[in-house]
């Protein structure tokens, strides 16, 4: 059995972030990554990120996380566990891994759960055919492994995702058909958008997928316009010559560990579904628990990386570390977190965590 004071769950931007936080303030760390690599979504992100100044806005993806890696690496209170998988949570603080092909255990005073998200499926005739992937597993197989997942793509979601992984395929010399999203407006920054536009690639408003074709694999996509009522309006299929068809509808909190740690949950759809309810201090209803990042509600690297050092400076308070400066440490981050999702792009994650505090 291994003993910790602080347990951190995920060693992308959020969880990296926690243990930093925690350390700086003299607490002794286990950060569990189940991954070989640090840097969770950041490793396949090849662009120059959008979000805070604070936070390396303008550094591609792939270079934050390098950033961050270096510093938890190099921190001697963080122990830095790849390639270790979270099982269990347990009543008397008891975490359980899997490492390599060890079970193992970790008694922690605290833990933090920054374990991300899962992408959301779509149904429709055909979704289970060999060549229907979330864009998440694209960028992993083009950006992680050097592997093209197609010739011919239909994207189906216009958010940031969407735009970022077609304008990705196309860096990659994979052709996108088009990109066709049920909306009637395009989800993601009008500047991604503008510059897949601009190569070419048509964006379908109000359309969607009805079905992938195909046998042993996607051959082709029929797509079909949508009314105002989000109904198929008939007569307006059409068949788009297309050998794979990428999902990117929405990502999902991961959430299980928490659920079986016992912490409350709510189903709050504009925070990605089933959260943990959490406070601004990011304690979940456990008070030994806390949680940050896209687990806690899917939003951006920037305020993962801020709620992650608000849980880790939360978790060092709440085991009463005597340190100069920590409260104003976390006040300042809360007020940055605040700033971040002030306007109008913040307006969704605001109405959803009014719901989460009513
Ligand atoms: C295509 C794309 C483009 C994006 N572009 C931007 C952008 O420009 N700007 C921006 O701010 N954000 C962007 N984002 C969003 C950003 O990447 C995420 O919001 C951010 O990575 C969330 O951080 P996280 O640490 O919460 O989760 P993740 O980055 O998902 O990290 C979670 C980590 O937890 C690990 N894990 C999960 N379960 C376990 C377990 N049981 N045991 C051990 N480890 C576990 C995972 O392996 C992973 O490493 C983009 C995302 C995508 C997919």
């Known amino acids: 059995m291994l003993f910790s004071d602080l347990v951190v769950i995920g060693g992308g931007p959020a969880g990296m972030s926690a243990a930093l936080a925690a350390a700086g303030h003299g607490i002794k760390v286990t950060l569990l990554e189940r991954m070989e690599s640090l840097g969770g979504q950041l490793v396949k992100q090849t662009h120059r990120f ?3 100044e604070s936070e390396y806005a303008g550094t591609r993806g792939i270079r934050i996380a390098d950033i961050l890696r270096e ?5 001697r209170l963080i122990d830095c566990r790849r390639g270790s998988t979270a099982l269990g949570i347990y009543e008397d603080g008891v975490v359980t891994f899997e490492e390599g092909t060890q079970y193992k255990k970790v008694n922690m005073d605290r833990l933090v759960v920054a374990t991300g998200a899962s992408e959301k499926m779509l149904v429709f005739e055909g979704n289970d055919l060999p060549g229907v992937y979330g864009a998440g597993a694209v960028q992993t ?3 992680l492994y050097g592997v093209l997942p197609g010739r011919k793509v239909l994207m189906v979601g216009a958010g ?6 077609t304008y990705q395929l196309l860096q990659a010399g994979v052709r996108v058909a088009a990109i066709v999203d049920a909306a009637d407006h395009i989800g993601g920054y009008l500047v991604h958008a503008s510059k897949v536009r601009r190569c070419g690639v048509p964006v ?5 997928i009805r079905a992938a074709l195909g046998t042993t694999e996607v051959e082709g996509a029929v797509i079909q316009k949508l009314d105002s009522h989000f109904h198929p309006i008939p ?3 059409q068949r788009l010559d297309v050998d794979t068809v990428c999902l990117s509808v929405g990502l999902s909190p991961l959430t299980e560990l928490l ?4 912490c409350k949950m709510r189903y709050i759809p504009a925070l990605g579904g089933f959260v943990p309810v959490h406070n601004s201090y990011m304690q979940t209803s456990r008070s030994d628990i806390f949680v940050a990042g896209d687990a806690s509600c899917v939003e951006e690297a920037s305020s993962a990386m801020m709620e992650g050092a608000i849980a880790g400076l939360s978790a060092a308070i709440s085991l009463h570390v005597p340190s100069a400066g920590i409260l104003e440490q976390r006040e300042r981050r809360i007020r940055e977190l605040a700033a971040l999702r002030a306007g109008d792009v913040g307006a969704k994650i605001r109405n959803g965590l009014a719901v989460m505090a009513d």
Do not use: D
């Open 235 to 237: 007569g307006t299929e």
């Open 259 to 262: 659920r079986l740690a016992g």
């Open 160 to 165: 940031n995702i969407g735009l970022i992984v």
């Open 204 to 208: 379908l408003l109000g359309t969607t």
């Open 141 to 143: 197989l083009m950006n």
């Open 50 to 52: 959008f979000g805070s």
């Open 71 to 75: 510093k938890v690496e190099s921190n």
